[in-house]
């Protein structure tokens, strides 16, 4: 999921954080340190570094996150000019698959390997190796290296680069003294991490991941806004380069203009803004106009803006978002600046899309806890959560799979009574079916329904939620009297369905080494380490089911579909890579049997009327201007989604070529 992604793109910019300034000669004895590992505040890992008498560097990198994490083990050595010629890796990694890494030089020839990639290079004796699944202890040594080079800047291998940007120095409770640093060449945008006066990497702090030296853990709280107004400053940069506010009106003509209550197109239409209001619909150009600023959309097509109706938003997703030509989105569960964010993207003040729902994120305390918003211990602590998340504008409440299921209807009850929607994960020991009659609106996740015919025993706190369903749900019988029940309580109930559905593909059907099946078509468009994240497999497949894995994905596409054909509401949520992950679902439904079109509306006005928006998801006069520009026609071919050329939100313009070029992400072109 989601959370998942952010701390594989956490690991692999670890390994890139540096200082600013040369050291004396002298070398600084290597002391081993201990780190503590938190997820949405609570303890759940560790981080060892240490060095060998014989010179080799020891690293030990564990978490748990819902029962996921992994657990590394690495031995590397340097040589006299900072940079690895020997580095080990064994354990697991996030989803508990095997991890066996190594890089060595032979005969003058860097060689690496790894479940997921091998190459080999001649050696420099300059650049740095960056490993996929590295422990955070590698900071320390890139250090090395980065301190030696005149630049502050290092070539990495496989590739890419590392440079250090910025640096603020720091005095914490007037006695610990740190820099924030700012580095880019790696990902989306800049990365930022702090070090101590030894150099040594001292912490990352984050609402949802969080790794700080040992003895220190009461400061990371005092880190935490100093580096989001580090990193909130440079993307408010960004902003004030890539937002357009028209000073004219703005006729787009010759537009074929997708209707997304009929689901047909009307083709060389004229459409008239005025600010941020649709102010005509022409089949001609409007007269009595002049001092218009015109848009020639000739043999392209106009959409609504797109709907993302499961998101983990941060001020980084917000640029992917509007390139993809994702105006509004619906964020369920996420940290409680979320208000703040949303009020930043409204402004333009950071680039982002309208975060249309706020829901509110509970969970029951344990070792299974979500790792952000309300982890509650008894039912007076939940409803004072949902009254809380109330006061502050959350319009919807998702319940999480440690909450006890007799306290799902109290829950729902409370949330209700203050006109707030209910969805959620399904609690363990608990089945869709109950759920729902104890007061779910909405069911998150495709494999949470298909729990629904497994069985009320599985722990799905923990991966069973997915093992079990890729092992079985591949024998589900769709003509079943079990299966059609189900589908008539979904309909007597209005209940929604937000399947995610293509996060399963990749879990169940990849192999490490493959790139991920959802991501395939734009992996060559990423920046290099976050590219190399893809080809990592999914869940660890016992020998001899990979068949049975595959069948179950192709399973639940199909159960996607049976809830189409049955008019059962579906929206189209990711909890996957910003952007690109919407594409891919609207593509997978289309896979599923669904008509393009139909897909089109679910991502626009469907998503609108479940967002309680009566004026947006339709192209209409007086409506608000949320729109996108399509090179082709996603009703012939979904995939045409992908050609977003321009957005506008709320009247003001965005040029995804620009926007994707500010984070290092090649345009479709």
């Avoid at 218009?292 to 803006?305: A, F, Y």
């Avoid at 008894?378 to 007799?406: C, D, M, V, W």
């Avoid at 593909?505 to 991501?519: C, H, L, R």
């Amino acid at each position: 999921m989601k959370v998942s992604l952010k701390i594989s793109f956490f690991i692999i910019l670890f390994i890139f954080f540096s200082c600013q300034k040369k050291k004396d000669s002298k070398e600084i004895t290597y002391k081993s340190r201990d780190y503590n590992i938190y997820m949405g505040g609570k303890l759940a890992g560790y981080q060892k570094s240490s060095k060998d008498p014989n010179g080799s560097y020891r690293y030990t990198y564990e978490f748990n996150d819902r029962g996921r994490g992994p657990h590394i083990e690495e031995k590397i050595v340097i040589n006299k000019n900072n940079v690895i010629i020997d580095h080990k890796i064994n354990g697991h990694n996030y989803l508990k698959d095997t991890v066996n890494e190594i890089f060595t030089i032979e005969n003058g020839i860097a060689k690496w390997k790894s479940s997921s990639e091998q190459g080999e290079v001649k050696f420099d004796n300059n650049s740095f190796f960056s490993a996929i699944n590295t422990s955070l202890g590698t900071t320390d040594l890139l250090l090395k290296k980065l301190l030696s080079t005149e630049k502050n800047e290092v070539n990495l291998l496989p590739g890419g680069t590392i440079k250090i940007t910025g640096i603020e120095h720091h005095s914490i409770n007037d006695s610990i003294n740190l820099r924030l640093i700012e580095l880019t060449g790696q990902s989306f945008t800049p990365s930022y991490t702090w070090i101590d006066e030894e150099d040594r990497f001292f912490g990352y702090t984050s609402s949802w991941f969080t790794c700080i030296q040992k003895g220190y853990d009461s400061i990371a709280k005092q880190l935490l806004p100093i580096q989001k107004k580090k990193e909130e400053q440079y993307l408010k940069n960004l902003s004030s380069s890539l937002v357009n506010i028209p000073l004219k009106k703005l006729l787009l003509k010759n537009v074929n203009i997708f209707d997304a209550e009929s689901g047909k197109i009307l083709p060389n239409m004229f459409v008239l803004i005025n600010k941020n209001i649709i102010e005509k619909i022409t089949t001609t150009k409007p007269s009595n106009i002049d001092n218009v600023e015109i848009i020639d959309g000739s043999n392209k097509t106009l959409l609504p803006g797109l709907f993302d109706m499961h998101t983990h938003i941060d001020e980084t997703d917000g640029i992917m978002h509007l390139a993809a030509g994702i105006t509004s989105v619906r964020d369920l569960g996420n940290s409680f600046d979320l208000p703040k964010l949303k009020e930043n993207f409204d402004a333009n003040i950071l680039i982002g899309p309208r975060i249309q729902v706020m829901s509110g994120f509970i969970d029951k305390s344990g070792p299974y806890a979500g790792p952000t918003g309300s982890i509650i211990n008894n039912l007076e602590e939940g409803f004072t959560a949902i009254e809380k998340y109330h006061k502050n504008g959350y319009r919807q409440i998702k319940l999480y799979s440690s909450i006890e299921p007799e306290w799902v209807k109290p829950l729902a009850d409370k949330a209700h009574e203050l006109g707030m929607r209910v969805s959620g994960h399904i609690p363990a020991f608990m089945i869709a079916e109950q759920a729902i009659n104890a007061g779910y609106d909405e069911i998150q996740h495709v494999n949470m329904i298909a729990l629904n015919f497994l069985s009320d025993t599985i722990d799905t706190r923990t991966p069973l939620r997915f093992s079990m369903v890729a092992e079985h749900s591949h024998k589900l019988d769709f003509n079943s009297n079990e299966f059609k029940k189900f589908i008539q309580l979904l309909k007597d109930k209005n209940v929604v369905i937000d399947p995610t559905v293509s996060i399963f593909e990749g879990m169940f059907t990849a192999k490490s080494g493959d790139p991920d099946p959802s991501f395939v078509k734009i992996l060559d468009r990423l920046p290099l380490n976050t590219k190399r994240g893809y080809y990592s497999g999914g869940l660890p497949i016992p020998e001899g089911k990979e068949e049975y894995y595959k069948l179950s994905y192709y399973k639940l596409l199909e159960m996607v579909k049976q809830f189409y054909d049955n008019e059962v509401t579906i929206v189209a949520g990711t909890d996957a890579l910003a952007g690109f992950g919407l594409h891919t679902e609207m593509e997978n439904y289309v896979k599923a049997g669904i008509p393009s079109s139909e897909v089109l509306k679910i991502a626009t006005s469907v998503s609108a009327k479940i967002s309680g928006v009566s004026n947006l998801g339709i192209i209409k006069e007086g409506y608000l201007a949320d729109l996108i520009l399509v090179d082709g026609n996603p009703v012939e071919n979904i995939s045409a989604i992908r050609k977003v050329e321009l957005t506008i939100k709320n009247g003001a313009i965005f040029y995804p070529e620009k926007l994707y070029n500010a984070i290092g992400v090649k345009h479709f072109k």
